[in-house]
């Protein structure tokens, strides 16, 4: 599998055009080329490496800023569009130091325009996990943070002043003004505030452990540069974000906003401002916060003695088509479910590195076949589903694709990357560089 973190030089330069709601407008670019960049309204141009998971976006025409809230997913605003995007890491949105062109990016269905903030939420999942500490969004004890005159932290990539110097990422502290119903309002009144290009951009807060949330995405601003900020609430996003993308974005907690850590509640963004390192080794040098802590005990505060638990929820035992989902559940007590693996009539045949763990669409010859689920905990420990033995005739229907023959399965995902081949080599090697990334941050 071709690796797509290589170092790219050159232009990213685009434009956008401001849309006016009212006395509130959207953030973009702008038409004209950029003049040399200045402080926005008290902020500061980012360091080398500072923010590393605040990212640019654009599409050719519009430019917007995002956050990089999972190793694998960028939360933004809706208004950017979803089609056409690419995504930078760096402190220039015109010369990225790393391009990205994700594999998926959706704007939420509810989104009804300009002004609509409760939904102005869009994502872009990217096909590898980005190797930079992540900006997790808010939530479970952490949203109490969230109160008017909090100091929160905005980062964008938007104009220095109405019109021009949009392009270098910036970061200004900036006070929360009010907590209202479908958005809350940051800086503005003299204070550092938003402006065009900065749509989509985190609202920061300080966690307990001394980590960054992103508790808003820009939606829009009130008169201009400078002016008032709405940001949509992150954390209503969650819900939709993790079943469109598929991922899990609540590492340290459970669904109803419980602290239940596992390995994955680690090596956060810390708190600062300061850069470290350099891009050419994509930050390696930038620092990453311990074993989150911000509403309760790390995950490996306690030892981790039980192994964990996994079955394969689809298919059924029984008559099968020769196309067939196959979908594993798996759940650890201790410090959580690290990897899944698949065998097939006795031959591993993928793994899966993130939940929830499905190996998309199989093909099977003719013939009985037996799946077992093989869960691997993040101490260690490995436990084995029970079988299930699916029969598949002869003259069952298929739906694309060639038949696996007497090897085994092909094994393709949601119908996009056809072959065995692609799931052995990539969804293995790509679990075990997510590991090997997870070990090297503890």
Not at 36 to 45: D, Q, V
Not at 322 to 341: F, K, L, Q, S
């Amino acid at each position: 599998m071709q690796r797509r973190w290589q170092v790219r030089v050159g232009s990213a330069a685009a434009s956008v055009v401001v849309l006016l709601v009212g006395e509130a407008r959207a953030a973009g670019a702008r038409t004209a080329l950029p003049t040399p960049p200045s402080p926005i309204f008290g902020g500061a141009e980012a360091e080398i490496c500072a923010f590393p998971g605040v990212v640019s976006l654009g599409d050719g025409s519009t430019r917007c800023t995002g956050a990089l809230v999972h190793p694998r997913l960028v939360l933004y605003a809706a208004h950017c569009g979803a089609t056409g995007m690419k995504v930078g890491f760096g402190e220039s949105a015109q010369a990225p130091a790393h391009t990205v062109e994700p594999e998926l990016c959706r704007v939420h269905p509810d989104y009804g325009g300009i002004g609509d903030e409760a939904v102005d939420f869009a994502f872009c999942r990217l096909a590898e996990p980005a190797p930079v500490p992540v900006l997790p969004i808010a939530f479970g004890c952490e949203a109490a943070l969230l109160e008017p005159k909090a100091e929160a932290t905005i980062v964008g990539f938007g104009e220095a002043e109405s019109g021009s110097g949009d392009g270098p990422k910036r970061w200004a502290a900036a006070p929360v003004r009010l907590v209202l119903a479908d958005y809350f309002e940051v800086g503005g009144l003299t204070e550092a505030g938003p402006c065009a290009g900065d749509s989509g951009g985190p609202a920061l807060l300080r966690a307990a452990d001394d980590t960054w949330r992103v508790f808003g995405v820009a939606s829009v601003h009130a008169a201009g540069c400078g002016g008032i900020g709405h940001y949509a609430y992150a954390s209503a996003a969650i819900d939709w974000l993790e079943a469109e993308a598929e991922l899990d974005l609540t590492p340290c907690h459970a669904g109803d906003g419980a602290w239940q850590p596992d390995f994955r509640c680690s090596g956060f963004a810390p708190a600062d401002s300061a850069g470290a390192g350099a891009w050419t080794d994509l930050c390696a040098a930038a620092p990453a916060g311990p074993a989150g802590t911000s509403c309760g005990p790390a995950f490996d505060a306690s030892a981790d003695d039980t192994p964990p638990t996994v079955v394969i929820t689809s298919p059924t035992a029984g008559p099968q088509p020769m196309v067939v989902e196959i979908v594993a559940e798996a759940a650890d007590v201790g410090w959580g479910v690290a990897e899944v693996a698949l065998e097939i009539d006795g031959k591993l045949q993928a793994s899966d590195a993130e939940p929830p763990w499905r190996f998309g669409a199989a093909e099977f010859p003719a013939g009985s076949h037996t799946l077992v689920a093989i869960a691997e905990d993040a101490v260690g420990h490995v436990a084995r589903s029970e079988p299930v033995v699916i029969e598949v005739g002869a003259d069952s229907a298929s739906s694309g694709g060639e038949s696996g023959g007497d090897e085994g399965c092909g094994c393709r995902s949601g119908g996009e990357r056809g072959g065995l081949a692609w799931l052995v080599f990539g969804t293995w090697w790509m679990g075990h560089v997510r590991r090997a990334r997870r070990h090297d941050r503890r």
